[in-house]
């Protein structure tokens, strides 16, 4: 198995754009996760799908970010419009139980 | 508001000593709690974990500790070597969730 695949590797956007990450997590797996890792605040958990229902978006920080998992295999992250608050690393990670399997993420920087 | 938090940014310690990198958490309903290493460009691997009807869990050079009544786990490393070098997360989980609540790591560095 290739593992969780994320794209873009890295992304420079300017502010007022829209930003689309995407996920695809490992086959079987029925659970996914977006976090967003800053200095000041580790890893946050931003939303999670069950069996591809989002359980809980409590962690997005404001509407300008949305989630979608149209499948089992494809997750994408969209923020609209970006700002340069929102440059970090996203991290996509999916599970079966307990233990996380994390994609190598997307650096995103806003400009 | 941080569930889970690792006050130390950054450790440096001599190859071959012992690292010992601390975590603590503030709500009681955690029952499962992990660690993960992290390095530059990669995503969070797994390392070790331990539930909460123990109060340790060994694996080769790596221990995690948990005192619940404190509150508090650590991860100690024996013998460090270079190669530990990397950034560690504490991570936790209630029963029955299956989403993890990280803190904010813990960049250790073994000095050769």
């Known amino acids: 198995d290739a593992g969780v695949i994320q794209s873009p590797r890295h992304e420079v956007t300017e502010m007022g754009q829209e930003v689309t990450l995407r996920c695809k997590p490992i086959s079987g797996h029925n659970s996914l996760f977006w976090y967003r890792q800053t200095m000041m605040r580790g890893l946050e958990l931003l939303i999670y799908f069950n069996n591809n229902v989002p359980i809980d978006d409590s962690g997005m920080p404001e509407d300008r970010f949305s989630a979608k998992m149209p499948n089992a295999s494809f997750s994408t992250l969209k923020i609209q419009p970006s700002e340069p608050r929102d440059s970090a690393v996203y991290f996509c990670?999916?599970?079966?139980?307990?233990?996380?399997?994390f994609g190598s993420g997307t650096r995103l920087t806003v400009v | 508001d941080q569930q889970v938090k690792q006050n130390s940014p950054s450790l440096s310690v001599q190859e071959g000593r012992i690292s010992i990198l601390n975590c603590d958490y503030t709500?009681?309903?955690?029952?499962?709690f992990l660690w993960y290493k992290k390095y530059p460009a990669e995503g969070p691997t797994f390392l070790i974990s331990i539930s909460s009807i123990k109060d340790k869990n060994e694996d080769g050079r790596f221990t995690v500790f948990l005192n619940k009544s404190a509150k508090h786990l650590s991860l100690h490393i024996v013998p460090s070597q270079p190669g530990d070098s990397a950034v560690y997360f504490c991570?936790?989980?209630?029963?029955?969730?299956?989403?993890?609540?990280f803190g904010t790591g813990t960049r250790l560095t073994v000095i050769p």
């Open positions: 990670a999916s599970s079966q139980s307990y233990g996380y399997t």
């Open positions: 991570a936790a989980s209630a029963y029955g969730a299956n989403n993890l609540f």
């Open positions: 709500n009681s309903m955690f029952d499962y």
